[in-house]
């Protein structure tokens, strides 16, 4: 799994260097940190029931292998390499978002608005993530990196990391207010 996931951050890094180099900007790239049970990032130290998360402090992608376990065995995923492909991709989709100054000016509401109005925010901000991670899909698929079923697993990935299933699965019913990534339709169309 750890080469697998280096491979395709670097897959991932190469076609954000394009992309930001065909409008004339310069693509700084994140670094991929991975660990097990626990970490210390610029944002603090975290544990491996966080999931998979980029600190914006330090430019970083912390990753935990065994979520794609966790991915499976708790949220229903399928297996398949593909969805570690896409919770990777969704993670430079925030550093994309950092490096564009858009986490900046969606956390620099967070005092003005009400926790349901920010929230809203989040979902957005998540959604683009998983929309950034489909743009470099879309370039994966363009050279001929994916192989039959690859988009599936990423869908099926998304759909099982929605707001709406998770909270149906931990606590039997559902608080659209709370939500912060999103719905498991809202991440497989985005």
């Excluded at 990753?63 to 969805?83: N, Q």
Aim: aromatic content about 12%.
């Amino acid at each position: 799994l750890f080469d697998y996931a280096s491979v395709v951050m670097a897959d991932i890094e190469d076609t954000w260097n394009t992309l930001f180099a065909r409008e004339g900007e310069t693509y700084t790239e994140a670094e991929l940190t991975i660990y097990s049970g626990m970490v210390q990032s610029g944002c603090g130290a975290a544990n491996s029931g966080v999931g998979p998360f980029y600190c914006p402090r330090d430019h970083s992608i912390y990753l935990d292998l065994s979520f794609y376990d966790t991915l499976i065995s708790r949220y229903g995923a399928k297996r398949g390499d593909f969805s570690m492909a896409y919770v990777i991709a969704h993670e430079i989709g925030h550093h994309v978002q950092t490096l564009l100054g858009i986490s900046d000016q969606v956390m620099s509401q967070r005092s003005r608005l009400s926790e349901t109005e920010f929230n809203k925010q989040m979902v957005c901000m998540e959604l683009q993530a998983d929309f950034l991670a489909g743009v470099w899909a879309h370039y994966a698929s363009r050279m001929n990196l994916l192989e039959e079923g690859d988009l599936n697993e990423a869908m099926n990935a998304a759909s099982a990391v929605g707001d709406d299933r998770i909270q149906k699965a931990a606590q039997g019913y559902v608080v659209p207010d709370s939500f912060t990534h999103g719905t498991s339709e809202q991440r497989k169309r985005w």
